[in-house]
């Protein structure tokens, strides 16, 4: 198959290049003097774009190709688990938020240093970023894997590699100057951009299917191979191998959901740029609640592409040509295929702009870590007194690094995805429990108990990761050699990584405790 990249597709991936040009000098006009305008824009971002900022954040593009692969192999359950993401907010809102401002951090792992000392906030922070390392590569690897099929109608090594250069180096012109400040402009562009672009794909579907709605829905109802519906909304059985139940969205899905909006740096620094708790509660809350009707796009997408590729008496006679197990997705299958010319750009587009939204805050959120959390601690620990502006180039030098790690793990991603054979986005949604379970078993413990110390912070961070590590299909079939083991899915994974973090970290004794009971023997 040659590539069908038209002269009109290539003109609208021009023009948005042009785009990305203009507004990453437009958006960076403004210097940043100190690390605190660079990273948190001091506090003076509006709530309605930090909100957008955070949707277009915990959007990707394994939203934008896994949510139309959900729909296709599915149903529609997975919108369901946005309950949970709602009382996680609410809980995140009430205990977290309020605390981050008081204290005035410009990272949320600053909040373990007054309970635990130093060490434990750069334990917290060195095992965010080596999980944000995981769950960004391997977003950014399946925005590399699209483009690179778009651009070159395969996936070799070499084209794979080349897209995963090109989004990271767009990633960078786009933050290395302006900080979260032109992340968060940027991000709302990236979010128009590809909302619209799916948007235009659910009405092409339509165009395409010849087809009116209630026939549409009646097929959706009652699928050709007999299985249930795929407009079934809630998913009530109780099998701990799938992720999408109610059980699930109750347990692992609130806890996946307070991580990210109040313990993972990527998403809780939008949150922290707002000017009062009030409004960074509040731009939490919307972005939330815009995350369903936006996902539900993109699982639209898939139901269609259902109809379109599996039900051909609804299609009157046009010939389409089947998906194969060489396709990374039913959607890419599509767009190289299928979709009418001039609109391909517009999709690369969309892909493009799914991954920069989420690669743009992950460079300045783990920079801002790696400056504020771990560089600035090593240079004050040494006596060293740095000018304000000094740790604003270290933060660009921090991303420029940073870069190149998710370069690499992406490339890394591109052989993991195959080994565990999961969907899209529960691969995404996976790989960010190993960092998870001990983050959430350490502040628990601060938030709710007044057990802990600096050695048990460290080994619950430990343990956490181990026990996520210890529940990889690939690793139970390696250890055990049974090539089809009982597995739990990222949910319950991650219920019971936080589990066992916290009961490690509450074994720990306050350090107040830990003085009266020594002295109690000393005096003994």
Partial sequence: MELQFTGLDWAIFAL???????????????????????FLAHNSMPMWMVAISTLATTQSAATFLGGPDLGYRGDLTYLFTNLGAILAAFIVARHLIPRFYEQRVTTVYELLQSRFGEGAKLKAGAMYLLGRVFASGARLY???????????????????????????????????????????????????????????VVGVLLWQIPADLPAIVSALQN??????????LVDTSWNLQDPFNLWATFTGFVLLNIAAFGLDQDVTQRLLTCKTPRDGARAMLLSVVMVAPVMAVFMGIGLLLYVFYQVPELMGGTSVSSPTGGDITVFMHYVLNEMPAGLRGLVT????????????????????????????NWLERRGVDKPAHHFVIAGRSAMALIGAALSGMAILCFYWQQISDLPLITFALSVMVFAYSGLLGVFFTVLFTNRGSGLSVTMALI??????????????????????????????????????????????????????????????
Avoid at 21 to 28: A, E, K, R
Avoid at 166 to 176: C, K, S, V
Wanted: aromatic share 8%.
């Fill in 463 to 524: 343990g956490g990761f181990v026990v996520t590590l210890l529940l990889q299909p690939w690793m139970i079939t390696m250890l055990t050699g049974n090539e089809e083991p009982l597995t739990l899915a990222f949910p319950w994974q991650l219920c019971l990584g936080t589990a066992i973090a916290f009961s490690i970290c509450c074994l720990g004794k306050p350090a107040e405790q830990a003085d009266v009971e020594a002295s109690e023997e000393a005096r003994a």
């Fill in 223 to 232: 699928p050709v191979d007999g299985s249930g519906s795929k407009l079934a």
């Fill in 16 to 38: 948005y290049g042009a785009v990305l040009v203009g507004s990453g000098w437009y958006f960076s006009r403004s210097r940043s003097a100190d690390s605190r305008d660079y």
């Fill in 142 to 200: 399946m925005a590399a894997i699209a483009v690179s099929m778009i651009l070159f109608n395969d996936i070799d090594a070499d084209h794979v590699v080349l897209a995963v250069l090109l989004l990271t180096a767009a990633g960078l012109l786009q933050t290395f100057i302006g900080g979260v400040r032109s992340v968060i402009q940027s991000d709302v562009m990236q979010c128009v951009v590809y909302v619209s672009a799916a948007i235009a």
């Fill in 349 to 376: 587009i969309g892909v493009i702009a799914a991954a920069l939204s989420t690669l743009n805050s992950s460079l300045n959120s783990m920079a801002s870590v790696l400056t504020e959390d771990l560089y600035r």
